[in-house]
């Protein structure tokens, strides 16, 4: 079976920070850029961050550029997202997500983790 | 990065069809065959329906359908069941610094 299990979530203060882990298994990790995407409390979907198979290339929305850092262990079978300096407008679930492969979207996604950011 | 553009609700009767649209610009939407749909039920991970516009997933009813006109794409779904009422999310790839885009969301409701 296909899987992501997202960890590492909780409640920060503004300007702290966070390592959220996904660990993957059912499926050639190595072989598939991963992605997270977040959705606020009541709000949408938010696509944060990405990288590829061998971690050669990242991309990263603009609201969290130069405060995120997207990485990935192979030998693992783990991807992570690095979150410094969190702003309250941070607050989400954050969900990994496995690209298609070949293809531009999010075929298998885990279950989330909760992050909250606040005094 | 603003998201693309989709109705804040849309409903039907058992049986009925049903159409989302998802509106964006020749930088997402119009410029790539990337487009894709998501289904949410509250408090759960989205779900894949739609990829590349057209395909869907294996395991994915029939009933759900994906088109694109222009920049719009729309996803339509035939025989409405009580199931389908959920939010639906549509995604695509874009050119712009960020990879991906996701649209706004829209409530489906089944009367």
């Known amino acids: 079976e296909v899987l992501l299990v997202e960890s590492g979530g909780g409640l920060v203060q503004p300007g702290g920070s966070l390592r959220l882990s996904c660990a993957a298994s059912?499926?050639?990790?190595?072989?598939?850029?991963m992605h997270w995407v977040r959705q606020a409390p009541g709000k949408g979907l938010e696509y944060v961050s990405s990288?590829?198979?061998?971690?050669?290339?990242?991309s990263y929305a603009n609201s969290v550029e130069g405060r995120f850092t997207i990485s990935r262990d192979n030998s693992k079978n783990t991807v992570y997202l690095q979150m410094g300096s969190l702003r309250p407008e941070d607050m989400a679930v954050y969900y990994c997500?496995?690209?298609?492969?070949?293809?531009?979207?999010?075929?298998?996604w885990g279950q989330g983790t909760m992050v909250t950011v606040s005094s | 990065q603003s998201a693309l553009t989709q109705p804040a609700s849309v409903s039907g009767s058992p049986g009925q069809s049903t159409t989302i649209s998802c509106t964006g610009t020749?930088?997402?939407?119009?410029?790539?065959?990337?487009v894709s749909w998501y289904q949410q039920h509250p408090g759960k991970a989205p779900k894949l329906m739609i990829y590349?516009?057209?395909n869907r997933p294996s395991g994915v009813s029939s009933r759900f359908s994906g088109s694109k006109s222009g920049n719009t794409a729309s996803l339509t779904i035939s025989g409405l069941q009580a199931e389908d009422e959920a939010e639906y999310y549509c995604?695509?790839?874009?050119?712009?610094?960020?990879?991906?885009?996701f649209g706004t969301g829209t409530k489906v409701t089944v009367l």
């Open positions: 997500a496995r690209d298609t492969r070949p293809g531009f979207a999010f075929d298998i």
């Open positions: 059912g499926f050639t990790f190595s072989t598939y850029p």
């Open positions: 990288i590829l198979g061998n971690g050669g290339s990242t």
């Open positions: 020749s930088s997402d939407v119009g410029g790539y065959n990337y």
């Open positions: 590349d516009v057209t």
């Open positions: 995604s695509s790839y874009t050119s712009r610094s960020a990879p991906y885009v």
